[in-house]
Structure formats: structure tokens, C-alpha cells
């Protein structure tokens, strides 16, 4: 069965540097989306991206974070220079329906970003 | 606004008992999504189900049922005979497609615990 994958699983940083998260979404799918989940807490929106453009973002997703699709498969998140309060889990996600009428968002197994 | 309440924060059972998980959501569309998802242990997020607006029939897919009532604005989680492998956190999400947008709006999610 096709899976969203994510790497690394586990990514170790010092705060003011540069990460870049990793995500390989479903094959035939059309819209792609990151969300964070601090430890203990729900779930939390970042960013959604059809066409190769961002289609919507949150308030958390600053300039400090930009999204790219590099090539036909990978799908990144890049935050520019990382604070300890982005120490969080990073899923990725991605749908395939061509409308929003009738469609699921699969994530992926996260990547643990901790910012020390 | 858009929210998504889960008043139980965390609930122990023991296997075979029934629990219900409740979830209460806001919002001004009348087009609208509502899911399950599960977050076992290991982090990763399942999809469970995904129910629109426009279909309040109740959903049972093997242990699993869903209750979705509009006039209450719930969409309330039966598991029946609770296994330990039911044990996970249980996020219920909005997503206000009438809006034009896809974003997954979570609540705070339940913790359910199995003891054998």
C-alpha cells in the first residue's frame, strides 16, 4: 500500500541553524501539506502546497520556513535559521483528489526535530 | 471560528469494556469535514474516517463505530470491546472545505489507555 515516508526520523540541531526536513508523498497525489505537533500538544497546521505553490499557511509558518518540490517526488520543509521552540514533530501529509469534495489527508511517520 | 473540543483528555478502560471518545466541533460553513485519527505509541498518525456535512448516517466498520450529529455538533468515537492495541491518542479534525480551504483543524486529542 502506497505510504507518505519522511526522513530523517530523528533530526538533532543547534539553535540558528539550518534544517531541512524531507518527505516523499503518495505517487499520485496532488496536494501536500506540513503540520508540527509539540511534544504533548495536537496537532498544529503550517502549510499546503498545489501547483507548486503554497495554496494557504498559518501564522506559525513565517519567514523563517519555506516549502519546496524540488523534483516530481520529494517535498520539503526548510526552516532558515531554527529556535529551540521549534523542537517539535514535523509530519508531512498529502491527498490526491482533484477537488475538495471528497478526499484524506495521509501523513507520514514524522520527523523529531529537536532545536538545542 | 473553527474548533475542534475534546473534553476527555484521557480515559482508562479495561479490555473488552466499550468507550466512547467525544468530540465537538464549531464552525460557520455548511460544507464541512469531519476525521478520526489515531496516534499510537510509535507517533505515526492513522487515518481513521472521514465523514462531510451532508451524510449524518452513523458509520460502523468492525469494532469502530461513529456517531455524527449536527444539531449537537459532535462526531463522537464508539470502540467496542477495547483491546490493548486500542491504546493510542485519538485526534478528531475539522476541515472547512466550503471555505475553499483543506487544513486540518485538530483537537486536543484523548488518550486512551487498554489495560489486559
Known amino acids: 500500500e502506497p505510504e507518505v515516508t519522511q526522513t530523517p526520523s530523528h533530526q538533532v540541531t543547534q539553535m540558528g541553524q539550518e534544517v531541512i526536513l524531507r518527505c516523499v508523498p503518495i505517487?499520485?497525489?496532488?496536494?501536500f501539506y506540513w503540520y508540527r505537533q509539540i511534544l504533548g500538544q495536537k496537532v498544529e497546521f503550517l502549510v499546503s502546497?498545489?501547483?507548486?505553490?503554497?495554496?494557504?499557511k498559518s501564522e506559525i509558518f513565517d519567514d523563517q520556513f519555506s516549502v519546496e518540490r524540488p523534483d516530481g517526488s520529494n517535498f520539503t520543509l526548510k526552516i532558515r535559521s531554527t529556535k529551540l521552540e521549534d523542537s517539535a514533530m514535523y509530519f508531512c501529509?498529502?491527498?490526491?483528489?482533484?477537488?475538495?469534495?471528497?478526499?484524506?489527508?495521509?501523513f507520514g511517520p514524522g520527523t523529531r526535530l529537536t532545536v538545542t | 471560528a473553527q474548533k475542534v473540543t475534546q473534553a476527555q483528555t484521557e480515559i482508562s478502560v479495561v479490555e473488552k469494556e466499550d468507550v466512547t471518545l467525544d468530540c465537538v466541533y464549531e464552525?460557520?460553513?455548511?460544507?464541512?469535514?469531519l476525521f478520526w485519527y489515531k496516534q499510537p505509541p510509535s507517533g505515526e498518525l492513522v487515518f481513521l474516517i472521514r465523514?462531510?456535512?451532508?451524510?449524518?448516517q452513523n458509520e460502523i466498520s468492525g469494532r469502530y463505530s461513529w456517531n455524527f450529529q449536527k444539531s449537537t455538533s459532535s462526531f463522537n468515537f464508539t470502540i467496542t470491546a477495547s483491546q490493548v492495541v486500542d491504546s493510542a491518542v485519538y485526534f478528531c479534525a475539522l476541515s472547512e472545505a466550503g471555505r475553499g480551504t483543506d487544513k486540518l483543524i485538530f483537537g486536543t486529542g484523548t488518550r486512551l489507555q487498554v489495560f489486559p
Open positions: 502546497f498545489y501547483n507548486n505553490e503554497i495554496s494557504e
Open positions: 501529509a498529502s491527498s490526491g483528489r482533484g477537488d475538495l469534495s471528497s478526499y484524506e489527508q495521509y
Open positions: 464552525t460557520r460553513d455548511t460544507t464541512y469535514y
Open positions: 505517487s499520485n497525489h496532488l496536494y
Open positions: 465523514r462531510n456535512s451532508f451524510d449524518e
